[in-house]
């Protein structure tokens, strides 16, 4: 390597260092709240079964014979202490109800614009289908799909996040 080609090389590897350390905060919040659609979407049924079948109520936290193994979870009455699971379940529910609701709101969008990406992110997050199954039962390439599914994620980010999620 000459003199210039060197040059060139640490040229263009500061501006790469530069452009990394310089990422907006704004970029890393859209990137991590795409992240989190991503998950919630993946996680869903597992997160409405908690939010449906956590414990509620001491009434229905009765230890059983198995449960006595546990007893750093039982308060002084042999109930079992509720108050993380209950915030827990809240939180969940609330969560649940907002992801419902814009997944109605996202479903409706695109069948009035007669897009699958719904569909395509309903069967791969949701319903957790192979590329495979979901490429024989719908009309897009694995390169669509793909795009699709990006496009869906996107525009879940803004629906469940609002303005902070918009790029």
């Known amino acids: 390597m000459n003199q210039e080609e060197i040059i060139k090389l640490a040229a263009a590897t500061a501006v790469d260092i530069w452009e990394k350390k310089n990422e907006t905060k704004q970029e890393r919040i859209e990137k991590k709240l795409r992240e989190n659609t991503k998950k919630l979407l993946r996680d869903y049924k597992r997160l409405k079964a908690h939010a449906t079948q956590a414990i509620d109520s001491t009434y229905k936290s009765r230890p059983s014979d198995l449960k006595l193994v546990l007893t750093e979870i039982f308060d002084k009455k042999g109930y079992v202490k509720l ?28 069948k009035e614009e007669a ?53």
């Open 83 to 110: 108050e993380a699971i209950m915030i827990s379940k809240e939180r969940t529910e609330v969560m649940i109800n907002h992801i419902d609701r814009m997944l109605e709101v996202y479903e409706k969008e695109c």
């Open 115 to 167: 897009s699958l990406k719904y569909e395509l992110l309903r069967q791969f997050y949701i319903e957790r289908k192979k590329e495979a199954e979901i490429l024989a039962n719908n009309p897009v390439g694995k390169t669509a799909l793909y795009e699709k599914l990006k496009e869906g994620i996107d525009d879940m980010t803004l629906l469940l996040w609002g303005f902070s999620g918009a790029y």
